[in-house]
């Protein structure tokens, strides 16, 4: 018998994309989440997703950095990669996994990306 694996699929963001958001009319905004949350419901109704959320902006959060022993907490915004937000998902296979994605409304106002790992 077949299990299911479990992934990780995370939208990627950065500082720039992170300013664009921000920036959104509130009627464009709303537009984009009624799409999203309607993919949502479609990945629930096939039993795909077991979680999902978004992160809030990278200037809320903190990294803390390790050096041996050493701690050292950073304050955001960040810059590089960052991650926006995530779902958790069970399929057969990393194929299955990439037909839902293709299917995803793009989740931010730019080009953007969404990254698959298994777990």
């Known amino acids: ?5 479990k992934f990780m699929i995370l939208v990627k963001s950065n500082p720039s994309i992170e300013k664009n958001i921000e920036g959104m009319r509130d009627s464009s905004f709303k537009e984009s989440m009624a799409k999203m949350n309607a993919f949502n419901e479609e990945l629930k109704k096939a039993g795909v997703m077991k979680d999902c ?6 200037r809320e959060g903190k990294r803390v950095r390790f050096d041996g022993e050493s701690r050292s907490v950073v304050d955001g915004p960040f810059e ?5 937000g995530y779902w958790l998902w069970e399929l057969p296979s990393i194929e299955d996994a990439v037909a839902w ?3 995803c409304p793009n989740p931010m106002p730019v080009p953007s990306e969404i990254e698959i790992r298994p777990i």
């Open 101 to 103: 994605v293709k299917r």
């Open 80 to 84: 590089g990669d960052l991650v926006a």
């Open 1 to 5: 018998m077949e299990t299911d694996m």
């Open 53 to 58: 959320d978004g992160l809030r902006p990278s």
